[in-house]
């Protein structure tokens, strides 16, 4: 009797593990192989971690000992290409070694059942497929940028994005760090006073709409060059309480 194997990989992205879990995937798999494959041998799901996204499908730590117990006429379950494959020519290259063993893929993202010879003859329409292995390859670059900003993070260096409120930005590309902004930190609490009356005329307190008008009338911006809108000022009096209790 053939035996049925399942495969899964963990995620880097947030988005791609919350729709794809290993749970999910595995949840899938099992769904599938009950309505398609319930008359052989369930084995096992093998399953990889996320960091082996950029490696060839044979060369992981799963994949390869899945790789090592099959035999032929054996089946695979496969949820999406991205969970299994490497790129667009892993994929090619992977499905080719398999039909050469005589192993039978079952890939549910795309419908294919490589031991329906209709099915192997359409998987073989390298168009056809085209757009699934154009995907398969963003999503790596994905995973790759993904990587690349938590190294950067574990490093003490500041990944992507604007500094926050009250910081900036120094240093070379790839080695910058987020410190202190004293100048906007200033402005923050001059804000904050504005606001509870400190150092007003009979100690008037503004409103965070008064304060948009009385910054936008003195040409006061942002480090960014811009205004100052009512989201940041009222980001800026709960900056500067808390650098006062602080």
Same mark, same amino acid.
């Given at each position: 009797?053939?035996?049925?194997?399942?495969?899964?990989?963990?995620?880097?992205?947030?988005?791609?593990?919350?729709?794809?879990?290993?749970?999910?995937?595995?949840? /899938? %798999?099992?769904?599938?192989?009950? *309505?398609?494959?319930?008359?052989? =041998?369930?084995?096992?799901?093998?399953? !990889? $971690? +996320?960091?082996?996204?950029?490696?060839?499908?044979?060369?992981?730590?799963?994949?390869?000992?899945?790789?090592?117990?099959?035999?032929?006429?054996?089946?695979?379950?496969?949820?999406?290409?991205?969970?299994?494959?490497?790129?667009?020519?892993?994929?090619?290259?992977?499905?080719?070694?398999?039909?050469?063993?005589?192993?039978?893929?079952?890939?549910?993202?795309?419908?294919?059942?490589?031991?329906? /010879? %209709?099915?192997?003859?359409?998987? *073989?329409?390298?168009?056809?497929? =085209?757009?699934?292995?154009?995907?398969? !390859? $963003? +999503?790596?670059?994905?995973?790759?940028?993904?990587?690349?900003?938590?190294?950067?993070?574990?490093?003490?260096?500041?990944?992507?994005?604007?500094?926050?409120?009250?910081?900036?930005?120094?240093?070379?590309?790839?080695?910058?760090?987020?410190?202190?902004?004293?100048?906007?930190?200033?402005?923050?609490?001059?804000?904050?006073?504005?606001?509870?009356?400190?150092?007003?005329?009979?100690?008037?307190?503004?409103?965070?709409?008064?304060?948009?008008?009385?910054?936008?009338?003195?040409?006061?911006?942002?480090?960014?060059?811009?205004?100052?809108?009512?989201?940041?000022?009222?980001?800026?009096?709960?900056?500067?309480?808390?650098?006062?209790?602080?």
């Amino acid at each position: 009797m053939a035996k049925v194997y399942g495969y899964a990989r963990d995620f880097l992205d947030a988005k791609s593990r919350e729709q794809l879990s290993v749970q999910i995937q595995k949840e /899938q %798999i099992e769904a599938y192989r009950l *309505r398609a494959l319930g008359t052989e =041998e369930w084995v096992d799901c093998f399953v !990889d $971690s +996320a960091l082996s996204y950029c490696i060839q499908f044979l060369e992981r730590k799963a994949g390869g000992a899945l790789n090592s117990v099959l035999e032929r006429g054996d089946h695979i379950v496969i949820t999406h290409l991205v969970c299994a494959f490497a790129s667009g020519s892993d994929f090619i290259r992977t499905m080719g070694y398999w039909e050469s063993r005589g192993v039978h893929v079952h890939l549910l993202q795309i419908n294919i059942n490589t031991a329906n /010879q %209709i099915n192997l003859a359409a998987m *073989r329409l390298y168009p056809w497929i =085209e757009q699934q292995l154009r995907e398969l !390859d $963003s +999503a790596h670059m994905r995973d790759s940028q993904i990587q690349r900003i938590g190294r950067t993070k574990a490093a003490g260096f500041h990944a992507c994005g604007p500094a926050p409120l009250g910081f900036k930005i120094i240093g070379p590309k790839g080695k910058r760090k987020v410190v202190p902004d004293h100048n906007e930190r200033d402005v923050c609490k001059l804000i904050r006073d504005l606001h509870q009356g400190i150092g007003t005329r009979n100690g008037r307190r503004f409103s965070p709409r008064e304060i948009y008008f009385l910054l936008w009338k003195n040409k006061v911006v942002t480090k960014y060059g811009r205004e100052w809108g009512l989201k940041r000022i009222k980001a800026a009096i709960a900056l500067a309480e808390a650098l006062t209790k602080g």
